[in-house]
């Protein structure tokens, strides 16, 4: 049972605008970092967003992400069918001492 | 290039044991702090257990703690997962995973996984 709260889905057509909402507490997301992973069909995780804003190397700028007192949010401009896959929010919970993963969303391209 | 691969992984009945292993290169692994991941089939990623760089820090999911130990060998760039008293469900793929920094930041190279299964 996760700490991180995400909706199951969401689903836009192609070229229009997703946002994921991550929501946890002053734990978690409220004092620490929050990263994004997204994880296509059959692969392992990839590392998307980390320090609530900042994409690695060789992320396009259609993701986005931010961070807000407890919550995150995840937005991706300009849906392709390539980016049809399960997000998850991470981050440090220093109750826990546990690094967290958010329940985790499909995003589906219509 | 930075590449993370798992073994150890395979068919093994309840209350058995199983050490996963996690071969490093690409990097040095003994300034990195090292995750593992797993993903029971069908659904999310939950995080299992974190080892500082040096392994001087080690902290586990409350699901595992006090039944799987990690541990590295930087001179062999290996990190490793020893699992005890396995349960039906530790059935998942597991996953290792560098983190960026010497403790625990986020995860940014992860391998390709290794299936384990608990089954009698």
């Known amino acids: 049972q996760s700490v991180l709260t995400q909706p199951p889905s969401v689903s836009a057509a192609p070229g229009q605008k997703v946002t994921i909402s991550c929501s946890g507490s002053?734990?978690?997301?409220?004092?620490?970092?929050v990263s994004w992973y997204q994880q296509l069909p059959g692969t392992a995780p990839k590392l998307l967003i980390y320090?609530?804003?900042k994409r690695p190397s060789g992320i396009p700028d259609q993701f986005s992400g931010s961070k807000s007192g407890t919550s995150a949010t995840l937005g991706i401009t300009g849906l392709q069918t390539g980016d049809e896959a399960d997000y998850y929010c991470?981050?440090?919970?220093?109750?826990?001492?546990?690094?967290?993963f958010g329940t985790g969303t499909k995003v589906t391209v219509l | 290039q930075v590449q993370l691969v798992e073994s150890g992984g395979g068919v093994v009945q309840p209350g058995r044991s199983l050490r996963l292993s996690c071969a490093a290169s690409?990097?040095?692994?003994?300034?990195?702090?090292m995750h593992w991941v797993r993903q029971a089939p069908g659904k999310g990623l939950e995080w299992v257990a974190v080892?500082?760089?040096?392994?001087?820090?080690?902290y586990y999911a409350d699901s595992v703690k006090g039944r799987f130990t990690i541990s590295r060998d930087n001179s062999k760039n290996t990190l490793y997962l020893q699992m005890n008293s396995l349960r039906a469900e530790d059935t998942a793929i597991y996953y290792c995973?560098?983190?960026?920094?010497?403790?625990?930041?986020?995860?940014?190279?992860w391998g390709q996984g290794t299936l384990v299964t608990v089954s009698s």
């Open positions: 995973g560098r983190d960026e920094t010497t403790g625990v930041l986020h995860i940014d190279y």
């Open positions: 690409g990097f040095t692994l003994s300034s990195y702090g």
């Open positions: 080892t500082w760089y040096d392994g001087s820090n080690k």
């Open positions: 002053s734990s978690n997301i409220g004092n620490n970092y």
């Open positions: 320090e609530n804003n």
């Open positions: 991470g981050t440090w919970d220093s109750s826990l001492s546990a690094y967290v």
